[in-house]
Nanobody, 113 residues
């Protein structure tokens, strides 16, 4: 199983980015989503989506971020809008197969003027 994340970068406060994660190596991916981690802090959930399109967002993401999943259900996107400096972190893609978790390599999002 491999997860390939892309879309991070440097953006000014108030800006937007679109993160994408392509999963391969299985046809059994269940819930997929995004987590983020600042240095010295725990990894935290940003948003997740299951195979039926049900979503869960962190309170900090509600109203600003939108997670979606493609028809084949192996690619997940995270549209991040109205970015704030505190959104700066490494964003990790996650995919589950049954009770096993798989992680992508992380993509850095830096929000700074």
């Amino acid at each position: 199983v491999q997860l390939q994340a892309s879309g991070g970068g440097l953006v000014q406060p108030g800006g937007s980015l679109r993160l994408s994660c392509a999963a391969s190596g299985s046809d059994l991916f269940g819930r997929m989503g995004w987590y983020r981690q600042d240095p010295g802090k725990r990894r935290e959930l940003v948003a997740v989506i299951d195979t039926r399109g049900n979503t869960v967002y962190a309170d900090s993401a509600k109203g600003r971020f939108a997670i979606s999943r493609d028809g084949a259900k192996s690619t997940v996107h995270l549209q991040v809008n109205s970015l704030r400096p505190e959104d700066t972190a490494v964003y990790y893609c996650n995919a589950q197969i049954s009770f096993d978790n798989y992680w992508g390599q992380g993509t850095l999002v830096t929000v700074s003027s």
